[in-house]
């Protein structure tokens, strides 16, 4: 089999890897998700016993009689949102000791009693979106058609404990901009008592709506969508307090004009406690909220002069209450207990798995392309749990903890309880690729770099290689990392006869919060300077003929291709474009705002931005690539570009994928589409 048919139908290589890890308090048990083997997209539950590693399967959709053909609508943007490949069971939850778990499938509601692994279904008012059991076990809360809906597991009842006044308001459900760019995926939260629930209304009365057609099935009416593009009105969001029987309601009062984002909330012992933001990002507070009246207090406030990045898994608090949280201090962010920093200068606090205790257990950088499970404790300060060289995630309960890691120097994920020989078996396909990576840094900024060549190339031969720069280049996201499977794609690219060049500069995560703030303002200088310098470098090193360099990503990759072969075409002579935002002002209002400002206060920054404007430019071949029923960086961004270059007498390529979302997990589409960018690129270097 080709690799590219391989990876394609793998998902890449993600099928059978072990996912959606829970800890039973007491030990007993870890549950988790996988499929049933490397080509299998059908997500089950699974159990794994810690004393002995026997695995146990819970419940099997092909087991349970339903067709998963017809998604919510919901659920299908809850997984676009979450790049979410598979199907099946793709997320549950479970009560606080571990005893029961909930899922949907397919619209429907299933309840598991994991001490007998007997699986049953809940009559519930359907299409059923995101389940979940209260910490006491009694009850499953639930959205259908925009409503909050409760049922006691003793009695069957179903109540509806908050309903919306219009179709353009939601009751439990996350709005696109929480899902998409603050990692919120949800809108409603227990109680520990599961007595009451916190609950978000969301009004998209304002927000603009957009249209997405299929122009390949004219007959089909335009998926209506609410977007809120920068510079636009946003959701607005709300919170209230309502019990389980329905019976009583407070509203959560904080300034929703001052901080009209929530970016996350939380409830434990000591009552629900949020987090909300100011538009412009320069400000956060943390509230506590009152769970008998919804009146708030300030309980910590954090302000930057140019944005503050959300860190996934704070706000959280120690057993005795102290606060959790991050600072940015200088060129580190480090993690803060008590509002004392506990982490040192230049470890890189990436996120926050829990807290137990008085202990947290969290990943952190101290090598950018490296991230590690680290633990803090009072007793025994800051330990690092994992070694070899590789990128690491880990869950924690009671005395078991589970690891999750991938390394340089394979192709597969570990996932195993430390401390233990006990693994979690992965059943993912080997790449039919060996990837030969090599990773250095680059020029005097020390731009993490890797370089891979053809296999069995020799470097003393001669021979010049034709380069393919294959960036992100963009905020958040990384590209190299010491994770092996990261660059099978890569090595396959190379085996074309290219070297591929692959460089995260300025703006990319792991190297604090000076390098990320490098961008202010600038998507382009900065970004390509840096994909530049790490070029030279490489150039430095091996064989490359730099009268041959191609570059080509996604989304912002995409962007970064586009305007590379645009404004410097002395250095890049081809691109395809995946996906680009070619004008910013089309792109949402959180992440965009964030770097570029708001449009109206900043509308030069929206124009040196857009590759709009550079049309006129174009010299080199260019690939453009969309689907046609992507709702993230929609189609629009490509049209316009493609217009632009028509009426400037531009010649370029356009690839529309009819059906095809920001994601393209279709096994034909994802396959041809590589060995469609290799030709047109071969071809275009060729002609050189």
């Known amino acids: 089999?080709?690799?590219?048919?391989?990876?394609?139908?793998?998902?890449?290589?993600?099928?059978?890897?072990?996912?959606?890890?829970?800890?039973?308090?007491?030990?007993?048990?870890?549950?988790?998700?996988?499929?049933?083997?490397?080509?299998?997209?059908?997500?089950?539950?699974?159990?794994?016993?810690?004393?002995?590693?026997?695995?146990?399967?819970?419940?099997?959709?092909?087991?349970?009689?339903?067709?998963?053909?017809?998604?919510?609508?919901?659920?299908?943007?809850?997984?676009?949102?979450?790049?979410?490949?598979?199907?099946?069971?793709?997320?549950?939850?479970?009560?606080?000791?571990?005893?029961?778990?909930?899922?949907?499938?397919?619209?429907?509601?299933?309840?598991?009693?994991?001490?007998?692994?007997?699986?049953?279904?809940?009559?519930?008012?359907?299409?059923?979106?995101?389940?979940?059991?209260?910490?006491?076990?009694?009850?499953?809360?639930?959205?259908?058609?925009?409503?909050?809906?409760?049922?006691?597991?003793?009695?069957?009842?179903?109540?509806?404990?908050?309903?919306?006044?219009?179709?353009?308001?939601?009751?439990?459900?996350?709005?696109?901009?929480?899902?998409?760019?603050?990692?919120?995926?949800?809108?409603?939260?227990?109680?520990?008592?599961?007595?009451?629930?916190?609950?978000?209304?969301?009004?998209?009365?304002?927000?603009?709506?957009?249209?997405?057609?299929?122009?390949?099935?004219?007959?089909?009416?335009?998926?209506?969508?609410?977007?809120?593009?920068?510079?636009?009105?946003?959701?607005?969001?709300?919170?209230?307090?309502?019990?389980?029987?329905?019976?009583?309601?407070?509203?959560?009062?904080?300034?929703?004009?001052?901080?009209?984002?929530?970016?996350?909330?939380?409830?434990?012992?000591?009552?629900?406690?949020?987090?909300?933001?100011?538009?412009?990002?320069?400000?956060?507070?943390?509230?506590?909220?009152?769970?008998?009246?919804?009146?708030?207090?300030?309980?910590?406030?954090?302000?930057?002069?140019?944005?503050?990045?959300?860190?996934?898994?704070?706000?959280?608090?120690?057993?005795?209450?102290?606060l959790v949280w991050t600072l940015d201090d200088d060129g580190t962010r480090r993690l803060t207990v008590g509002g004392e920093p506990v982490t040192p200068e230049g470890l890189q606090v990436r996120s926050v798995l829990g807290v137990q205790g008085a202990s947290v257990l969290f990943t952190a950088s101290q090598e950018p392309t490296e991230v590690h499970v680290w633990t803090y404790s009072p007793e025994g300060g800051v330990t690092r749990l994992t070694e070899e060289p590789g990128v690491y995630s880990g869950v924690r309960a009671g005395e078991v903890t589970v690891l999750t890691g991938s390394t340089l120097g394979s192709t597969r994920s570990r996932t195993w309880i430390h401390g233990t020989g006990v693994e979690i078996s992965n059943l993912a396909e080997q790449p039919v690729i060996t990837p030969d990576v090599a990773l250095f840094s680059a020029g005097q900024r020390e731009i993490r770099t890797a370089v891979l060549l053809p296999s069995g190339f020799d470097p003393a031969s001669g021979e010049r290689l034709p380069v393919l720069m294959d960036p992100y280049g963009g905020p958040h996201a990384q590209r190299v990392l010491a994770v092996g499977r990261m660059y099978c794609e890569a090595q396959w690219l190379a085996d074309q006869g290219f070297a591929v060049v692959i460089a995260d500069g300025r703006g990319s995560a792991g190297r604090g919060p000076v390098w990320e703030r490098t961008i202010a303002g600038d998507f382009c200088d900065v970004v390509l300077e840096d994909q530049i310098a790490a070029l030279q470098a490489a150039a430095e090193r091996y064989p490359l003929d730099l009268d041959r360099v191609a570059i080509r990503g996604w989304s912002f990759g995409g962007f970064l291709a586009a305007l590379a072969v645009l404004r410097r075409p002395d250095v890049f002579h081809a691109a395809v474009a995946g996906a680009p935002v070619t004008d910013w002002r089309l792109y949402d209002t959180h992440y965009t705002e964030r770097y570029l400002g708001h449009p109206d206060e900043e509308p030069e920054a929206y124009v040196a931005n857009s590759l709009i404007e550079d049309a006129p430019k174009l010299e080199r071949p260019l690939m453009i690539i969309h689907g046609l029923a992507d709702d993230n960086v929609v189609a629009a961004h490509t049209l316009r570009l493609s217009s632009a270059l028509l009426a400037a007498g531009r010649p370029h390529t356009v690839l529309p994928l009819s059906g095809v979302t920001h994601m393209t997990p279709q096994e034909v589409v994802a396959e041809n589409l590589l060995h469609l960018q290799v030709s047109f690129l071969k071809d275009a270097l060729a002609a050189r």
């Open 1 to 322: 089999m080709s690799f590219p048919r391989q990876s394609a139908r793998t998902r890449r290589f993600t099928l059978g890897a072990p996912r959606g890890i829970t800890i039973a308090p007491d030990g007993s048990a870890v549950l988790f998700l996988r499929s049933r083997g490397g080509t299998d997209p059908v997500t089950c539950l699974w159990r794994l016993d810690p004393a002995t590693g026997e695995e146990t399967l819970l419940a099997d959709p092909a087991r349970l009689n339903v067709d998963e053909g017809d998604l919510p609508a919901e659920e299908r943007a809850r997984r676009e949102r979450a790049r979410e490949a598979a199907g099946g069971i793709v997320a549950y939850t479970t009560d606080d000791a571990v005893r029961k778990a909930v899922f949907a499938l397919a619209g429907q509601l299933f309840l598991v009693d994991l001490a007998s692994g007997a699986v049953r279904q809940l009559d519930a008012v359907t299409p059923v979106f995101d389940p979940r059991l209260d910490p006491r076990g009694g009850r499953v809360a639930y959205v259908a058609e925009r409503s909050l809906h409760v049922i006691d597991l003793a009695t069957g009842a179903d109540t509806v404990v908050a309903r919306p006044e219009s179709p353009q308001i939601s009751c439990g459900l996350a709005e696109f901009i929480a899902a998409e760019e603050m990692g919120r995926m949800r809108g409603y939260w227990w109680s520990p008592d599961g007595r009451n629930l916190l609950v978000a209304r969301v009004d998209e009365t304002p927000v603009q709506r957009w249209h997405i057609a299929d122009p390949a099935n004219p007959e089909r009416p335009a998926q209506e969508v609410a977007y809120p593009a920068a510079g636009t009105a946003n959701a607005i969001v709300s919170l209230s307090i309502v019990t389980a029987e329905g019976t009583g309601r407070a509203a959560v009062a904080w300034d929703r004009g001052m901080y009209p984002y929530l970016v996350c909330a939380s409830w434990n012992e000591r009552g629900p406690l949020i987090v909300v933001q100011t538009r412009d990002q320069r400000t956060l507070r943390v509230l506590n909220v009152d769970d008998l009246d919804g009146e708030t207090t300030v309980e910590h406030a954090d302000h930057d002069s140019i944005w503050l990045e959300i860190v996934s898994g704070v706000p959280a608090r120690t057993s005795s209450g102290a």
